[in-house]
């Protein structure tokens, strides 16, 4: 995406009051999800020992940053890149209820990301993770949790009116659950970002369900990981998936703004199948697999939740480097500047 710099923009909240806002916003935010899920805050690893399978390796090209440990004979450690399989792992040594489940705080680095205003190479995120019956993996039990997200990002956006009335609410009452397969059919000759701003600007937010896997046209709607989300299953009425993406109209910037990726997770078999269509079936030899494929771990149901993000899109601000300290390219800082974003 390339750098949107808006019109006459000013931040609504100095610098100061920003940072008071996001720690408000956090705290306030991580409470009410952990009720709405029935979650407790567990302590998250900052890197995995690489080889594990543990990582998750995003689309499958970009580069974790990995450093030796003299301890411990040169072993490879990597920094997350996100705890989507970790999480999996976590919830099955605790020997977690069915609808328990955890949420930690996820910090990342991602190198290969493109920086924009929405983009930065730390990455902060609530990662969560339910435990849920085999019977459960359905689009029925998937869209009630997004619902009961939904209503948690609905009361967030109160406590911010709430707290500084000149931040106005303007999420809809409900989300709208769309398949992205349908959306490939309605609009054939757009891309898959163009199909996201015609429905998200029409309804406000979305929870945009199938990402992954091959449309109609043969290609997928943004990359997932073979190895966490199932996006494989098909269902009765001819879609594939049980994941997808909540999406919010970003005021401030005029474009879809995802917040969360999350969804039901591989079953054995979906993994099985997943990993033959990404050509990587030599994945099924590392520990985590090996587990997975051996019917050692629960049937789980998670995602991440982005930090920055989330506090962008309610502060109304209009550059992910107002809520978080990263580091950016000279121009940008400069161009920043000169357009009224102030980066911290």
């Known amino acids: 995406m390339a750098n949107i710099y808006p019109q006459n923009y000013k931040a609504i909240l100095n610098d100061k009051e920003t940072e008071h806002a996001i720690s408000r916003l956090k705290d306030f935010f991580q409470t009410s999800l952990s009720t709405q899920l029935n979650l407790t805050r567990v302590t998250a690893p900052l890197f995995v020992e690489a080889g594990k399978g543990l990582n998750d390796d995003l689309n499958g090209v970009e580069r974790a940053v990995s450093f030796p440990v003299k301890n411990m004979n040169e072993k490879k450690l990597e920094i997350v890149q996100s705890l989507a399989k970790w999480k999996r ?3 099955t040594e605790l020997k977690l209820n069915e609808n328990f489940g955890i949420y930690t705080d996820m910090n990342a680095i991602r190198p290969d990301d493109n920086m924009d205003n929405i983009h930065s190479i730390y990455v902060d995120q609530w990662d969560w993770e339910m435990r849920i019956n085999p019977s459960d993996r359905t689009v029925e039990k998937l869209k009630s949790v997004v619902e009961k997200i939904y209503a948690t990002l609905k009361q967030t956006e109160f406590f911010i009116y709430d707290n500084y009335p000149q931040i106005k609410p303007c999420l809809p009452e409900n989300i709208t659950f769309l398949w992205a397969d349908d959306l490939a059919k309605q609009f054939p000759d757009k891309t898959d970002k163009e199909r996201e701003a ?8 979305v929870f945009l369900m199938g990402i992954g896997g091959k449309l109609c046209d043969g290609k997928p709607h943004d990359g997932r990981a073979p190895d966490y989300d199932d996006w494989s299953t098909k269902h009765e009425d001819g879609h594939m998936g049980l994941n997808g993406d909540i999406l919010v109209w970003n005021p401030v910037l005029n474009i879809p703004f995802e917040l969360s990726s999350m969804g039901v997770r591989v079953s054995p078999e979906s993994l ?5 269509e990404r050509n990587c079936m030599e994945r099924k ?4 697999h090996k587990m997975l494929l051996n019917g050692e771990l629960y049937q789980t149901l998670g995602g991440g939740i982005g930090q920055s993000r989330l506090c962008m899109y309610f502060l109304r601000k209009a ?4 809520i978080q300290v990263s580091s950016w390219p000279e121009s940008m800082i400069a161009e920043c500047k000169q357009n009224g974003i102030n980066l911290l």
């Open 89 to 91: 792992v976590k919830v």
């Open 198 to 205: 015609e429905v998200v600007k029409k309804y406000g937010a």
């Open 272 to 276: 099985l199948n997943q990993l033959q």
């Open 285 to 288: 030899e590392l520990a985590f």
């Open 319 to 322: 550059h992910i480097g107002e």
